[in-house]
């Protein structure tokens, strides 16, 4: 395993920030690590990366404790934090020197890792500025840059496209994939067609526990509320409409509403509205989502106190 987190548990005064969590990352995968602002997803990585100890169980990164062998760790994983933190008055080759200085590289060894990632993350152009007058779009770039600077085996990537402009987030995206391909990445984002397009697993968080691990198809099959598109041809009663066991509605449109249900409600309502002589203009089944998966499992608890 790339990554194994066994029984991990983060307490912070009374507050169980990560309450005995449990989950493994294989070679090659890009797993999406999701939850609501205080789920515990950043203490995870952190722990995972070494910031910061945990209160028990134990955490392997290709094979080495967390605690027990951190220096092996850190040789073995590559960070990116949420907020990014880079060297503002280093020009860009400069910058990635100095990280590759810091693992240890060396001689023609360094000169050709630093070449390797500018090519890489396509920092050709901009190598010779100040990391201070790059774009957000180019400062994620060198971020990814450094986190790769060592080749290790794991990335770990914190919200990467936070405040990207929509051809920023494609680059980086496509960067990611290419990346993935011989590292094992952990991407945490709270933008949910991100996890869709580069992810093949989910875990979802929720104060301090997983409620969800998953392929994305499985998670959307089997989680979420099915979603339907009724209008009607005249206005109908709301409230009865509203009343049917094991539904949510909401009003879309003139005489047009969205119907959410665990199971396939299309004849139970069609009955319904027969009975009451509702004429059904249309009814459409819409696709399900990460989104409603994430909010159908987390909605309870999205008040939590942000320890992450």
Aim: proline share 3%; net charge negative.
């Amino acid at each position: 395993m790339s990554i194994e987190v066994s029984q991990l548990t983060k307490v912070y005064g009374r507050q169980k920030a990560v309450n005995s969590i449990s989950f493994k990352v294989n070679p090659g995968e890009i797993l999406g690590f999701l939850g609501p602002n205080g789920a515990g997803k950043s203490t995870t990585m952190k722990i995972a990366t070494g910031f910061i100890p945990p209160t028990s169980g134990v955490v392997k990164v290709a094979g080495f404790d967390v605690v027990n062998d951190s220096k092996r760790v850190r040789e073995n994983i590559g960070y990116l934090p949420e907020h990014n933190p880079l060297y503002l008055d280093m020009y860009v080759h400069e910058y990635l020197g100095f990280i590759a200085s810091v693992h240890g590289l060396k001689g023609s060894r360094k000169k050709a890792r630093v070449a390797e990632m500018v090519n890489l993350c396509g920092l050709e152009a901009e190598q010779n500025k100040k990391i201070g007058a790059l774009s957000k779009g180019y400062r994620q770039r060198v971020g990814l840059a450094q986190a790769l600077i060592h080749d290790p085996q794991v990335l770990i990537l914190d919200e990467p496209t936070t405040g990207l402009d929509p051809n920023q987030l494609a680059e980086i995206r496509n960067l990611i994939k290419e990346i993935s391909t011989d590292k094992t990445v952990i991407l945490s984002t709270h933008i949910m067609q991100e996890v869709q397009a580069l992810c093949n697993r989910v875990v979802i968080i929720n104060r301090g526990e997983i409620v969800a691990d998953d392929t994305v198809d499985s998670l959307k099959g089997n989680n979420a509320r099915q979603a339907l598109k009724v209008e009607f041809q005249d206005e109908i009663d709301f409230q009865l409409l509203a009343g049917m066991d094991g539904i949510e509605v909401e009003e879309i449109g003139t005489n047009t509403y969205r119907v959410k249900s665990k199971d396939d409600i299309r004849e139970r309502l069609f009955k319904f509205a027969a009975e009451k002589g509702w004429i059904i203009l249309s009814m459409n089944l819409e696709e399900r989502n990460l989104e409603d998966v994430f909010h159908h499992l987390t909605q309870n608890e999205a008040d939590a106190d942000d320890l992450s």
